[in-house]
């Protein structure tokens, strides 16, 4: 069964300090790996992408890894800000055309001043 | 300009009335999508369309009905809405496995 699982389920951080937020997944045939980022209110905005041969990608303090033998992928988050908290989505896209996408439950970050 | 926008973004409504969500899309792709968001920030397919045709319909209530007149129009209408219709609703459009969605219209149902 296709499934993408994340975790924590929330966090709570101190406004300057780093998270790692997981991802595990079991979606075959995997294409791609996406996180989004959810503002509240808001739509998620995608944030970083791994394909299959790609095992780490920074977008600014934003850092993905994903490792595909154990279909773990991880976004790291550095020195965070205010401004970081949010839903973190983990999207795994699936099929030859990679337009299935089976979406993670997220993982709600508050990082607190 | 916004490039995947949804109307309205709230909606209150009594059960047993019929409403409809609008979406436009002005970056020219293909396809189109609406998901529903529950209380846990759970993001769920109803539908897909491409190119104007229905190619995903998930195991949604027939009181969903998607209508697309064109590629860049996505609308949701939904009759006799229950309690349990109350969601946050998003449209999305993809292109190149990316996904751009709308801000959401939050749908009330008293």
């Known amino acids: 069964k296709n499934q993408v699982e994340q975790s924590p389920q929330s966090l709570i951080i101190l406004e300057g300090k780093n998270c790692t937020l997981q991802?595990?997944?079991?979606?075959?045939?995997?294409?791609?790996l996406r996180w989004y980022k959810q503002d509240t209110g808001r739509g998620p905005v995608s944030l970083t992408i791994m394909t299959f041969s790609e095992n780490t990608k920074s977008n600014g303090r934003y850092t993905a890894t994903l490792d595909a033998d154990t279909k773990q992928s991880s976004l790291h988050i550095t020195a965070s800000q205010l401004s970081d908290s949010a839903s973190y989505i983990c999207?795994?896209?699936?099929?030859?055309?990679?337009?299935?996408?089976?979406f993670g439950t997220g993982t709600s970050l508050t990082v607190i001043p | 300009d916004t490039a995947v926008s949804q109307t309205p973004k709230y909606l209150v409504t009594q059960m047993g009335n019929d409403k409809s969500i609008k979406c436009e899309q002005n970056l020219g792709h293909d396809t189109m999508y609406w998901y529903k968001q529950d209380s846990k920030k759970f993001l769920k397919i109803m539908f897909s369309y491409n190119n104007k045709e229905l190619i995903i319909n998930e195991t949604v209530p027939n009181r969903f009905s998607p209508k697309s007149p064109d590629k860049a129009h996505l609308n949701l209408h939904i009759n006799s809405l229950e309690l349990g219709d109350s969601a946050v609703y998003f449209c999305a459009s993809n292109y190149a496995g990316e996904l751009f969605f709308g801000e959401g219209s939050r749908l009330t149902v008293l």
């Open positions: 991802c595990n997944y079991t979606v075959s045939p995997f294409s791609n």
């Open positions: 999207v795994v896209s699936a099929g030859y055309t990679g337009n299935q996408f089976y």
